[in-house]
């Protein structure tokens, strides 16, 4: 069983900043890690994503240039770089392991329980 551990959520002013973390009890060289959030009354919607061979990333055009996600091998973590904050980022963050490069959230069976970020205006 694959457990991911999400850290780092709280409240900033627009215009902060906040690092997430997820920690990964294990990740394959072939794996895709992958950040996803879901706002209030919408659906779960992509943000980011790492392959973790190769290090390829893809964004989210709403978060293109904003955030940035990164790989830690030695402690199997990824972290997502939050920067100039918006209100409209609010939402739940959740991290998710996958084995395929897709931004769509049916592809990644494994899930981190979330964490919430609020970005007051």
């Known amino acids: 069983q694959v457990h991911l551990a999400e850290s780092g959520g709280g409240s900033v002013q627009a215009g902060g900043s906040l690092t997430l973390s997820c920690e990964a009890s294990s990740i394959l060289s072939s794996s895709v890690m992958a950040w996803f959030r879901q706002g209030p009354g919408k659906e779960r919607e992509f943000v980011a994503l790492i392959r973790w061979r190769g290090r390829g990333t893809l964004y989210a055009d709403s978060v293109k240039g904003r955030f940035t996600i990164a790989q830690d091998n030695a402690k199997n973590t990824v972290s997502l770089r939050m920067t100039s904050l918006k209100p409209e980022d609010t939402a739940v963050y959740y991290c998710?392991?996958?084995?395929?490069?897709?931004?769509?959230?049916?592809?990644?069976?494994?899930w981190g329980q979330g964490t919430q970020v609020t970005v007051a205006s």
């Open positions: 998710a392991r996958g084995s395929h490069y897709a931004t769509s959230h049916m592809e990644y069976p494994f």
